[in-house]
């Protein structure tokens, strides 16, 4: 495969990429692992011992931290300086994203805000927009909230029924309609609020401010998890929006909502990063004081099986947290010297790498799920009680699988957005998937005789990468515009294209590692465990596929190919677990 | 009036330390590197200070002995809201070198007030301010947990056996503080971050001065015994082990 320095969105499916052309962690410089100890020093200075009260609802003390973080800067990450904040790149927003990500429901307030409540004003905003509202907004000086959903319309956002009519005058929209779940609701002091105008057949933008008539907030709803956070339902009746408030133009919306939901997606998945270290330094703190049978139960192998098993899931899932970053990174130079506007080039940026910020959603949220669920189970009968972390780390990761699009819709993002790009002809993924396709028969897992470590494991990410393509040209032979409606084989296929990127993403992480000399044992452990899992994921998702749309006639020969291209070498997972088990025991924290 | 703070770096308090090879230092692979605790104690009122403009304090100068790999943490002073940064780049063998190290370079750029925190959290030696006051024959104070300016002069309090002192200091002189100083360390801003990066660390080459202690080895504790539970209903196999086997009475 071609080697490409800038991937463009899926490209990854039929490119490789060099090392060198990708951020990892251990990268950050000295400015941005201290942007990152501020923001834990606040949550442990301001955060974490309020929390309790944060739990009961106290809306104005979740308000008041919020704007101390304001008070820090914290909320400028992602503002030009030129708007009150310091203009830092996408991957240092990332960094503060997973770092804040350890707050619990802290960390979705503060996400609000400063994603959906400040950057559509910023991206979208006009000047005046930016300089009356951003300015505030990047400081702390006003809260921000975003208000999409409906009681009718979660999935489906643009069926909303909220509408706006211009006013006989020509000032105002007249606002009227209903919004729920709106983070941040019983505070914030703007609404960015999308609604239809007349008959539009798409949304339009507005910002609202909570002062003005009409706007009514309700109770904050009873949750299962994120309890400190407010959700509140929003009503409008009869709101005199003026009509310098529309953001971007008349029929615009849509475009935002789903801009927005691109960046809230990728910071999704730099947040769970943060939360998921937490609860595996909770997990190992905790095994390594509990005695059971007079011996620690870290010492225990099942134990160490699933200690180990969250560190490779977490790894894994942050290495291409920071691959998509710094590729964004590189998406938004360009596209900022094209069009000299920094907050249109972001979201350009940010856009573009839609496949990318779907597979981040749903793997990092189910990553967390996974590391969330066995702290708990590491804890045994105190992990079931109100007074740990994890428990409440267990019922707050719930939501990431819900909001910023469901899961379920991700998935189907992944495949069909990826699909769009190869077809507006981004990268040829069709061809090449035909060729294969054609020549099943020739299909081998093309071991060479003394291949090293690295050529191994890289070897396998392409032969995944082929077992997509060929799944994806069966599907469209078999299904061809019907295909949108076989959800189940697009589930099959989005799990591989996940699975094999964020191997990839691990593999380029753990080889520069070793370019870079930073060579510790338990990272080759961690890709070894991880590709191992992978080849059976790909494997088994590939096989469901095929057996659900191949003929008989194709089945034996696809199968086979798939058997040849997900064939790897055995490992000793058991000690390769216990391994990487032992270096987190020792350090007693997650320090990988 | 100048503040000077001096600081250490040390391993981040939750660091599991573990001896090189030799067992005379620590092994630092790994290691995350902080500012000593009471230093950052010290440094948050020095700036508490200059940000009360009737304190007269005009500016705060961090200084360190270490080599360049240290910077980091000098670079967090300044970001924390130090104005100006000094290093002596040499490693530091014992507490009467940094000291006199310290004291070279007070006498070069003259300050009225310096802060030492009471020890550093590696060594825990307690030496450096009380020898910087004798290198410079200058007043100090230690055990000092609060300072504030009052008409231009300084008011140090220092916590004694069962209350507190409070005494006024002509300046120049040393304070060396403890926790209470400041309620909590001051955390960097995002904006002195920012500063930080174009703030100047000013280098001096070490004065000639020889050491006076040598690490010959470092020891870990011996790892604690099991703690062992005696019933209540059996006080006399409590005596026959504290008798016996743990050889107390």
Known sequence: METVKLLKSGEFLVAETSPDDVFIPEEFNDEQRMIAQ???????????????????????????????SGELGMMGISIPEEFGGFGQSFVSQMLVAETTGAGYSFSVAYMAHCGIGTLPIMYYGNKDQRERYVTKLATGELIGSYCLTEPGA???????????KLSEDGKYYILNGQKMWITNAGFADTQVVFAKIDNDRVMSAFIVERNFTGVVVGNDEHKMGIRGSSTAQIYYNDVKVPVENLLGKRGEGFRIALSILHMGRLKLGANVVGAAKKAVTDSVKYANERKQFGVLISSFGAIKHKLASQVIRLFASESAVYRVSRDIDGMMETLKADCGDTGRASIEAISHYAVEAAILKVFGSEMLDFVADEAVQIHGGMGYSAEMDVERGYRDSRINRIFEGTNEINRLLVVDTAMKRAMKGEFDLFGKAEALFNDLD???????????????????????????????HGAVKQFAKNLINEQEVLNNIADMMMETYVSESLLLRVTKLENLKEIKPVYRDILDVNVYDTAEIVRKSACDAIYSFASPETTTSLIKAIEALTTVRGVNVKDARRRIADKLIEDNRYGF | MKILVCISNVPDTTTKIK????????????IQWVINPWDELSLTRALELRDDAASGIKSVTVAHVGPASSEPVIRKALAIGADEAIRVNANSPDAYYVAAQLAEVIKKEQFDIILCGIESSDYNGSLVGGMISEFLGIPSASGVSGIKIENGTAVVTRDIDGGKEILEMPVPFVAVVQKGIAKEPKIAAMRGIMLARTKQ?????PSAVEPLTNISVLEKPAPRSACRFI?????????????????VI
């Open chain 1, 38 to 68: 501020t923001c834990q020093d606040f949550l442990e200075a301001e955060v974490y011992p309020n929390m309790a009260d944060l739990e009961k609802g106290d809306r104005e003390l979740m308000k008041r931290i919020l704007k101390k």
């Open chain 1, 154 to 164: 979660g999935s489906d956002a643009n069926s909303g029924k909220t509408n706006a």
């Open chain 1, 442 to 472: 020739k299909i081998t897992g093309g071991e060479s005789s003394g291949e090293s470590y690295f050529i191994e494991k890289s070897r396998y990410i392409q032969n995944f990468k082929k077992v997509i393509m060929i799944c994806i």
């Open chain 2, 19 to 30: 001896l090189a090879e030799g067992n005379s230092t620590i092994d630092t692979a790994g």
């Open chain 2, 201 to 205: 660390i000013k280098v001096y080459e």
């Open chain 2, 231 to 247: 019933d209540a209903e059996n006080p006399g196999q409590l005596i026959d082990l504290l008798r016996n086997e743990a050889k």
